[in-house]
Every structure is written in C-alpha cells, then in structure tokens.
C-alpha cells in the first residue's frame, strides 16, 4: 500500500451537503475535485447517499470510497463526507458544528423554509466551518457569531444606542482599514 495516501493532512473534509426529504439538494459544497468534477456526478452521489441513509437510523455509512455522517431533522438531512482514512470523530464534530450553527442561526426552527430563507447566513455559516477541506473551527457558538449579520438587518430606529455605537465603530474600522 502508498504510504503516502496515509500521511496526516489538514484536507479532512471532502464536502457537505444539506438535502431535503424527497433527495434535492439545498446546499452543497465540495472541496475536493478529484472525487467529483462535475454537478453532474454531484447530484447522482447525494441522490444514492440520499436513497441509503433516509430510511436509516444510523450516523455513519462508507459509500462509494467516502465516509459519510449525517444527521436528519423534521424534512432536511445533513451530511458531511471525508476520505475512508478518516477520522469519523472528527467528521461528526463537523457535522453537528454545521447543524448546531444552522440550529441556532434559525433560532431552533431547523426546517426547509427556514433555511431557505436564511440561506445566505447558513451559507456563511458553511464557509466559517470550512475551507477548502480545511476545518476552521468546530464550536457553533463562534461560527454564528462571526456570521451574525441580524444587527445589519435591524431598522436603525429600532437598534438600541449600543447597537448604534457598535454600527458606527465597525464601519469606521473598515473604513480606515481601506
């Protein structure tokens, strides 16, 4: 065997996906274009994870070369692949990090719509989590703290003053860092 193919790498992760229950892709994200190039062979890979893992009531599960965690709630499933030298440990910290944040950025309403409708900050969410393949950071709490974007959402008459002040010293940050 390659000793090679076994040396310690900072790529852990090959993608993420979050589906719904009938298989359909919401988001996705692959960082390895070596296991799947195209859209194409993408989607066929979720459809096949997806027929495999909706009916059972396990975590893990080795499909077509990768090791795949997942997770479902109400009408979504949630997945995370990495190679089969992979820590399966280290994927589920990953895997319930992704959910956590997306639990908590949707204030515990963790269906379809919701994440459709927020999928713009379940999107940050996904890029704060991960790299390139590259875990960045596994604790959901500082994940959606750096993608909180809510405060920008708030009508300035309805921000309270400190919510203000903090507004006005971001942007006074980035403009000086320009």
Not at 35 to 42: D, I, L, R, S, Y
Not at 92 to 117: A, G, P, Q
């Amino acid at each position: 065997m390659d000793g090679s193919l076994l040396e310690p790498t900072l790529f852990t992760v090959k993608g993420m996906c979050i589906l719904d229950n009938d298989g359909n892709r919401i988001l996705a994200k692959y960082y390895d274009k070596n296991v799947f190039p195209t859209v194409k062979e993408q989607k066929a890979y979720e459809k096949n994870l997806f027929n495999k893992t909706h009916r059972a009531n396990a975590e893990i599960i080795m499909l077509d070369g990768l090791t795949c965690v997942y997770k479902s709630n109400v009408d979504l499933f949630f997945y995370v692949m990495g190679s089969t030298h992979e820590n399966e440990l280290i994927l589920m910290s990953v895997l319930n990090c992704l959910f956590d944040s997306v639990s908590m950025i949707l204030k515990k309403n963790v269906e379809k719509r919701t994440v459709l409708e927020n999928l713009d900050i379940v999107m940050l969410a996904f890029d704060e989590i991960c790299d390139g393949g590259i875990i960045l950071d596994a604790d959901p709490s500082s994940v959606v703290k750096r993608v909180d974007l809510r405060n920008d959402d708030i009508p300035i008459s309805e921000q309270t003053v400190s919510q203000v002040f903090q507004s006005a010293r971001e942007q006074l940050k980035w403009s000086l860092l320009k």
